[in-house]
């Protein structure tokens, strides 16, 4: 078992930046990926960036390239997500998920049934 413990999100303006951060415990070591989704009131679910978590590898969704930066610090068993020029489209709960595979593309990093261990979930509000 994984277990995720969720930090950071509330409000911000259009334009400025937040970061959430998500702290892995247990059986990390089964872990090959990390990232996060984000789901929007009326909406599914939606991959939003992932990285590989003992290799060199990461993935976003077109919608926040260049905006969101995902990173991680192995020694703290913690994945962060880096959010800037926020925009009101962004607005949503964000989960943080763990995953051990098996991904066979960058294009499975994406796909939320890879999945097996989520977070609590945050909200980002962003006003316009």
């Known amino acids: 078992q994984v277990q995720l413990v969720q930090s950071g999100g509330g409000l911000v303006q259009a334009g400025g930046s937040l970061r959430l951060s998500c702290a892995a415990s247990?059986?990390?070591?089964?872990?090959?990926?990390m990232a996060w989704f984000r789901q929007a009131p009326g909406k599914e679910r939606e991959f939003v960036a992932a990285?590989?978590?003992?290799?060199?590898?990461?993935y976003y969704a077109d919608a926040v390239k260049g905006r969101f930066t995902i990173s991680r610090d192995n020694a703290k068993n913690t994945v962060y997500l880096q959010m800037s020029s926020l925009e009101p489209e962004d607005t949503a709960v964000y989960y943080c998920?763990?995953?051990?595979?098996?991904?066979?593309?960058?294009?499975?990093?994406?796909?939320?049934?890879?999945?097996?261990?989520w977070g609590q979930g945050t909200q980002v509000t962003v006003s316009s």
């Open positions: 990285i590989k978590w003992r290799l060199i590898g990461t």
């Open positions: 247990g059986r990390t070591f089964s872990t090959y990926a």
């Open positions: 998920a763990a995953g051990a595979g098996p991904y066979y593309s960058d294009a499975d990093l994406g796909l939320r049934q890879k999945y097996g261990y």
